[in-house]
T-cell receptor, first 113, second 111 residues
Framework: NAGVTQTPKFQVLKTGQSMTLQCAQD?????MYWYRQDPGMGLRLIYY???????DKGEVPNGYNVSRLNKREFSLRLESAAPSQTSVYFC????????????FGPGTRLTVT | GENVEQHPSTLSVQEGDSAVIKCTYS??????FPWYKQELGKGPQLIID?????GEKKDQRIAVTLNKTAKHFSLHITETQPEDSAVYFC??????????FGSGTRLQVQP
């Protein structure tokens, strides 16, 4: 099992460009999450999907959109990238039932110039 | 929303010593209290968690204690080893199956 995978690992964008970060899990998780981590800080929740077909805003949703494509895949889209979105992005999955444990992917390091 | 504070922000100990990290939270509805470890270049990984009906939980050299009345919980690592060096995050739940992460504690274990 690959667990939670993210693509790409690294990306450099110019201001105003768009891109989609991909996340997939093979752990049969019901819930999936997108976080961003800025230097010296904890993870901040951008969006999450408690179950297939639903999405909810987290703490810092502005400038992002998400799609829960199916149970396995949860993508994060930046429509018009800004330098303030330079960060490391982590996707996570959770069974969402009795266990709240979240399993994290390896992260995508995004730089917006 | 949940306000989470974590102390200290950095902690340096000698190998074999104990380390304690404290997390305070604001939402009295929180019922789940995990600690995550993040190694350089990797995503966080759960190392121990506790639910609100339990005061303490141990797993080998790691323990978590909870004081729900005072709204804080702590991570205790005994007999520290160099491989314990990492950043540790507390992340109490918000009641919406989402977690709020603290700002992290960088633990350095000196050989």
């Amino acid at each position: 099992n690959a667990g939670v995978t993210q693509t790409p690992k690294f990306q450099v964008l110019k201001t105003g460009q768009s891109m989609t970060l991909q996340c997939a899990q093979d752990m049969n998780h019901n819930s999936m999450y997108w976080y961003r981590q800025d230097p010296g800080m904890g993870l901040r929740l951008i969006y999450y999907s408690a179950s297939e077909g639903t999405t909810d805003k987290g703490e810092v949703p502005n400038g992002y959109n998400v799609s829960r494509l199916n149970k396995r895949e949860f993508s994060l889209r930046l429509e018009s990238a800004a330098p303030s979105q330079t960060s490391v992005y982590f996707c996570a999955g959770s069974s969402g039932s009795l266990s709240y444990e979240q399993y994290f992917g390896p992260g995508t390091r995004l730089t917006v110039t | 929303g949940e306000n989470v504070e974590q102390h200290p922000s950095t902690l340096s100990v000698q190998e074999g010593d104990s380390a304690v990290i404290k997390c305070t939270y604001s939402d009295s509805a929180s019922n789940y209290f995990p600690w995550y470890k993040q190694e350089l270049g990797k995503g966080p990984q759960l190392i121990i968690d506790i639910r609100s009906n339990v005061g303490e939980k141990k797993d080998q050299r790691i323990a978590v204690t909870l004081n729900k009345t005072a709204k804080h919980f702590s991570l205790h690592i005994t007999e520290t080893q160099p491989e314990d060096s990492a950043v540790y995050f507390c992340a109490p739940d918000t009641g919406r199956r989402a977690l709020t992460f603290g700002s992290g504690t960088r633990l350095q274990v000196q050989p």
